[in-house]
């Protein structure tokens, strides 16, 4: 892993392997030690970002951002394809990299950054493309319009699951709007977010731009709540816990300031009667065990018409048995590690609850032993049939957990999988198309995803991303998500020799 940080350049004074240990140095004096959920392998050590030194980035961002915003979109369009381009010749480093700090197998952790690159793609055509509408004024002799303009600072919280790309989703969006970044990552993660900070500041030096226009801070809660409550982040967006993003919304809030909220995921997939099974079950599966479980998207609740619930959960313990739990840079592996042992504890916390409330145990239910597993972080991904009185079903365990119901009539499985608080992800599998538009139709799905035939997980980038009600309500990636990153400006121009109001106000002085 060494040679692999090597490869990516990071290069002093961030970082230095002159003790023969990778460090990188965020100029506070608290140090964190960084293992891999992989090994327990020490991957590095890190200093933290303290509030000192946080100001001095935030005074950098803010000088950057003068020289930033004057530059014309196109030319900034044209910054982010060289990054991108970047990501093009490191995607097998960063891809391992990603896999071996968060534990996600080799494929999601190229997959990961490959949904970096799409997005620089998409920011690269959208920086031709911040319209403004123009509309006919009542007054004669007038021409009214909008205008966009960038915010200034954004401040970009990300989680573990995804180290780096859902930070370039918001990135590379805020950079073409003309805004500068700074981005605090996952203290569990910080590795891949200071090779992602390396890239670019490369790409930054190579055309003679400043380094404030990209700027990372690591540590711990009390850096997001100083970025939450700082009056120079003109946005926050952050990825995380409902009961963060609760923190976040509330005290940015009060200062008036904007945010963007992506927060728990309780994703349900709808399988009915006329379902291909040959089509559902591969979707299932992933869905409940991709990143082993630690997707906002992951699916967790199986809702499944009666007449399909007895083979379903036979083939559905067939498939499980077939996985591979282990090093996810072997890419013979379906399933690596959590994250970390607490997340382990989780599971099994989850897991007695959900037997205690009446959940009965169909797979799973494991920690697994031996050298193979030495970091303590495997474990075996459950099934459980569960009932709908059950109040654990209504949590989000970060873990591979699914729960499985019966239904009966489409609208009671609509009502079971819409009774969580959450609202990011959901599906429906069927070959019955007045099934498929009572599900996305008003009376369907509450989330901000509604897939038909695929599984909860897997959004492309150029669709909107984010959902309703405990999941923030925030939009990401994709569609119109540009204009959260920018400030709407209404223009009317009198080119004509008098004056005249509006709604025919007559004002003579």
Not at 168 to 191: Q, Y
Not at 211 to 239: F, R
Not at 392 to 404: C, D, W
Not at 477 to 493: E, F, L, N
Request: net charge neutral; hydrophobic share 35%; proline share 4%.
């Amino acid at each position: 892993m060494k040679n692999l940080l090597k490869e990516l350049n990071l290069n002093p004074p961030y970082y230095n392997t002159s003790s023969g240990q990778e460090h990188w140095t965020g100029q506070g004096k608290k140090t964190v030690v960084i293992k891999s959920p992989v090994d327990d392998n020490t991957i590095g050590s890190i200093q933290l970002t303290d509030k000192k030194s946080y100001e001095a980035i935030v005074e950098t961002a803010n000088s950057a951002f003068k020289i930033w915003k004057a530059m014309p979109a196109p030319q900034r369009g044209e910054i982010v394809r060289q990054f991108g381009d970047a990501l093009r010749k490191e995607k097998e480093n960063l891809g391992k990299l990603v896999s071996y700090e968060m534990g996600k197998s080799l494929q999601e952790g190229y997959g990961e950054v490959q949904e970096m690159i799409d997005i620089c793609d998409f920011a690269v055509g959208l920086s031709r493309q911040l319209y403004g509408l123009q509309m006919h004024s009542e007054r004669p002799n007038h021409r009214m319009f909008e205008q966009w303009h960038p915010l200034g600072i954004v401040g970009i919280i990300s989680a573990f699951n995804f180290p780096v790309a859902v930070w370039a989703w918001n990135a590379a969006l805020a950079w073409v709007c003309g805004n500068v970044c700074i981005w605090k990552p996952s203290e569990k993660t910080p590795f891949s977010a200071i090779a992602c900070q390396e890239i670019f500041k490369n790409i930054l030096k190579q055309n003679n731009l400043p380094e404030g226009i990209s700027n990372l801070v690591i540590g711990d809660s009390e850096i997001g709540k100083l970025m939450a409550s700082d009056q120079n982040i003109a946005l926050v967006s952050a990825t995380g816990s409902t009961r963060m993003g609760k923190d976040v919304a509330e005290t940015v809030g009060k200062r008036l300031g904007k945010s963007i909220l992506e927060l728990g995921g309780n994703n349900a997939i709808i399988v009915t009667e006329e379902a291909d099974l040959n089509v559902a079950i591969p979707a299932i599966v992933f869905g409940a065990v991709g990143t082993a479980g630690q997707r906002c998207t992951t699916t967790r609740r199986l809702i499944v018409h009666k007449s399909r619930y007895q083979d379903l959960l036979e083939k559905l313990k067939e498939a499980y048995k077939q996985l591979n739990i282990g090093d996810p840079l072997n890419e013979t592996n379906h399933v690596g590690p959590l994250i970390d042992t607490d997340a382990v504890k989780a599971y099994l916390k989850t897991i007695e609850e959900a037997q205690n409330q009446g959940g009965q145990l169909v797979y799973g239910n494991k920690v697994l032993e031996g050298e193979a597993f030495k970091s303590n972080c495997y474990v075996t991904p459950t099934i459980i049939e569960a009932n709908i009185n059950m109040e654990i079903v209504k949590h989000e365990t970060f873990a591979p957990i699914l729960y499985v119901f019966p239904y009966d009539t489409l609208k009671e499985a609509i009502a079971i999988q819409n009774n969580v608080p959450q609202g990011l992800s959901s599906a429906i599998f069927s070959q019955n198309m007045q099934h498929v538009e009572t599900f996305l139709s008003n009376s369907g799905s509450d989330c901000g995803i509604a897939n038909v035939n695929i599984g909860t997980s897997g959004a492309e980038i150029g669709g909107a991303f984010g959902g309703e009600k405990e999941t923030g309500g925030g939009r990401e990636s994709g569609s119109d998500s540009w204009k959260a990153y920018m400030r709407r400006q209404t223009c009317t121009i009198n080119y004509g020799k008098g004056a005249q109001l509006a709604q025919g106000i007559i004002f003579n002085v």
